[in-house]
């Protein structure tokens, strides 16, 4: 059974760090963009931050630029999602999906995602 799980979500303060992870079981990453969405309560999911399949193309939102990295393990079949300067605006449940292979090419378009985790919530407040 093809499956994504997030983890590392939780309660912070403005200006704190979490780290997410997504781990696939059932299929190997490495043949997959990888892309980490966000959606809060009343707004559409949107894409935060996309991986290519060798890592070694990244695609941000400007809202996160210069606050979160993404990165991807293949080996342990895990992306990670490293979030710093956390501020109100970025609570929501977080998702990790898989898309397709588009070789060194990078795209963060909720539509090209076929798998999805079940995501996990970040609440930053003081």
């Known amino acids: 059974q093809l499956q994504l799980v997030e983890s590392g979500g939780g309660l912070v303060q403005p200006g704190g760090s979490l780290r997410l992870s997504c781990a696939a079981s059932?299929?190997?990453?490495?043949?997959?963009?990888i892309g980490w969405f966000r959606q809060a309560p009343g707004k559409e999911r949107e894409g935060v931050s996309c991986?290519?399949?060798?890592?070694?193309?990244?695609n941000y939102a400007d809202s996160v630029k210069g606050r979160f990295t993404i990165s991807r393990d293949n080996a342990k079949n895990t992306v990670y999602l490293q979030m710093n300067s956390l501020q109100s605006e970025d609570t929501a449940v977080y998702y990790c999906?898989?898309?397709?292979?588009?070789?060194?090419?990078?795209?963060?378009?909720?539509?090209?995602?076929?798998?999805w985790g079940q995501g996990t919530q970040v609440t930053v407040s003081s």
């Open positions: 059932g299929f190997t990453l490495d043949y997959h963009t």
């Open positions: 991986i290519s399949t060798s890592g070694g193309s990244t």
């Open positions: 999906a898989a898309g397709p292979n588009l070789g060194s090419g990078v795209a963060c378009y909720v539509e090209y995602y076929d798998y």
